[in-house]
């Protein structure tokens, strides 16, 4: 059995370039596996355009914007196949399918309360983007293209996102400052999921502005993938993974 840390993991400074220089090295480690990666990635993708479809076909198209912003706070946890994949390159292994999808690691109770705190982050965000909505207009606009023409032809709905846009990019980056090093630092079983959480907020506060770029750089593209029906997240998110875990590496490089 390995003992716990009896300290908190150090956390390293880094420079403004350093999100460029993951995405740069990640982007090398997907093409030395491929297949599996982009099998990962497509299986996610596939599931995100089927779900989506059947939001829409069900007449709920008005929470597709909802829910594809709440994918950004789920995906930390469902690339942990990704950050498998990392440490294997890593170490000089290559990733097979299987060893992404059942990554032994991950099941355990401390993943769990993070996939939990994760939910209740995203519940909650929902629930004031509902008050939001609520407060700025009496009409219940049951399809898309009346929502959006409401958010953007008038006084009441521009406000709206404006009030929405700051409230709920202030809730994802507390939860994204909760998670960014957490996630793949569980991958350890010496680390807990407080020890990790610490951790991965310390690295936001230790290097701010670097890290609100990166924040910046998952979201974006991520929710870029929309414009494709998702179909995009078969090489965006695997990509991403592997950025996460150079991420990860670099930050709090005495945690894995």
Excluded: K
């Excluded at 494709?228 to 090489?235: C, K, W």
């Excluded at 998110?237 to 670099?250: D, M, V």
């Amino acid at each position: 059995m390995t003992s716990p840390p009896t300290a908190l993991p150090a956390v390293a400074r880094i420079g403004a370039g350093a999100p460029f220089r993951w995405l740069g090295g990640a982007w090398s480690d997907l093409w030395r596996a491929p297949l599996p990666c982009l099998t990962y990635g497509l299986v996610l993708s596939l599931f995100s355009l089927w779900f989506t479809l059947t939001v829409y076909n069900h007449g709920a198209s008005h929470w597709i914007f909802a829910l594809t912003c709440g994918f950004v706070f789920v995906a930390p946890v469902l690339a942990m196949g990704l950050y498998e994949a990392g440490r294997r390159l890593e170490n000089g292994e290559r990733p097979s399918l299987p060893q992404m999808v059942f990554v032994r690691a991950a099941l355990r109770q401390d993943l769990a309360y993070l996939g939990l705190a994760l939910l209740l982050i995203y519940l909650t965000w929902g629930g004031i983007a509902q008050i939001v909505y609520g407060l700025s207009t009496s009409t219940i606009h049951r399809n898309l293209p009346d929502l959006i023409a409401f958010a953007t032809d008038t006084l009441a709905g521009r406000r709206m996102v404006v009030i929405g846009s700051v409230i709920g990019g202030a809730i994802a980056f507390f939860a994204y400052c909760l998670v960014v090093v957490t996630a793949p630092m569980l991958l350890d079983r010496r680390n807990d999921v407080f020890i990790a959480v610490v951790t991965s907020v310390r690295t936001v506060v230790v290097n701010f502005w670097p890290m609100a770029l990166w924040a910046l750089i998952l979201a974006a593209l991520t929710l870029s993938t929309a414009a494709t029906g998702f179909l995009a997240l078969t090489v965006v998110f695997p990509w991403l993974g592997l950025a996460s875990w150079r991420a990860f590496r670099e930050l709090a490089p005495s945690a894995a």
